[in-house]
């Protein structure tokens, strides 16, 4: 059983188009994550939502909206994609942000957006 | 600004050799450290976290240690193996950052027959 799954794996769409990449966890998490990779390799964070609530909004274009329609699934939908935009993004999810509670955060496989 | 700084950037060693990977970091608040690996076009698999109120942590040929006087965190990996062969990323989460993982750039590590 997969614990965090993004569809789809991979993405290949030309500039100006509006895209989006779903993600659910099956964990029983409260709260999820959005990170980015770039072509350096290098992980950063955009978004997070803890029990569907926006709790972290990164300094992010604001082409990017997430969505969170219940506490099992985080979308991003990307308006007018540009170039830049290619990256691999990963969505994850840890148990919740309480004090006292671990952070440990799982991640999903990834989905490798190719902006043409 | 918190810097997670991941040395060496890369590592070849033999078959059955210690890997050491270490991390550093410059925010003394930290509420915990995971180490992942990450296998080239594929996500990243959690190998430990450290809370901030513990030295250690161990996972079979893993252990991962925490010193926060110093701000450096270090992964040994015993008798290493061809499997092994990754990159390996270390993230802090600060006390103040609801959950939100700062990533070191990792160590490519490959391990020869």
């Not at chain 1, 770039?38 to 604001?62: A, R």
């Not at chain 2, 513990?54 to 701000?71: F, P, V």
């Not at chain 2, 990996?77 to 390996?88: E, K, L, N, R, V």
């Amino acid at each position: 059983d997969t614990a965090v799954s993004q569809t789809p794996k991979y993405l290949v769409t030309q500039m100006g188009n509006d895209k989006s990449i779903k993600c659910e966890q099956n964990l029983g998490h409260d709260t999820m994550y959005w990170y980015k990779q770039d072509s350096k390799k290098f992980l950063k964070i955009m978004f997070s939502y803890n029990n569907k609530e926006l709790i972290i909004n990164e300094t992010v274009p604001n082409r990017f909206s997430p969505k969170s329609p219940d506490k099992a699934h985080l979308n991003l939908h990307i308006n007018s994609l540009e170039l830049g935009d290619s990256a691999v993004y990963f969505c994850a999810s840890s148990l919740g942000t309480g004090q006292g509670i671990p952070y440990e955060q799982y991640f999903g496989p990834g989905t490798r957006l190719t902006v043409t | 600004k918190q810097e997670v700084t991941q040395i060496p950037a890369a590592l070849s060693v033999p078959e059955g050799e210690n890997l050491v990977l270490n991390c550093s970091f410059t925010d003394s608040a930290i509420y915990n450290l995971q180490w992942f690996r990450q296998d080239p076009g594929k996500g990243l698999t959690s190998l430990l976290l450290i809370q901030s109120s513990q030295r250690e942590q161990t996972s079979g040929r893993l252990n991962a240690s925490l010193d926060k006087s110093s701000g450096r965190s270090t992964l040994y990996i015993a008798a290493s193996q061809p499997g092994d062969s990754a990159t390996y990323l270390c993230a802090f989460c600060s006390t103040d950052s609801w959950g939100k993982l700062q990533f070191g750039a990792g160590t490519q590590v490959v391990v020869t027959p």
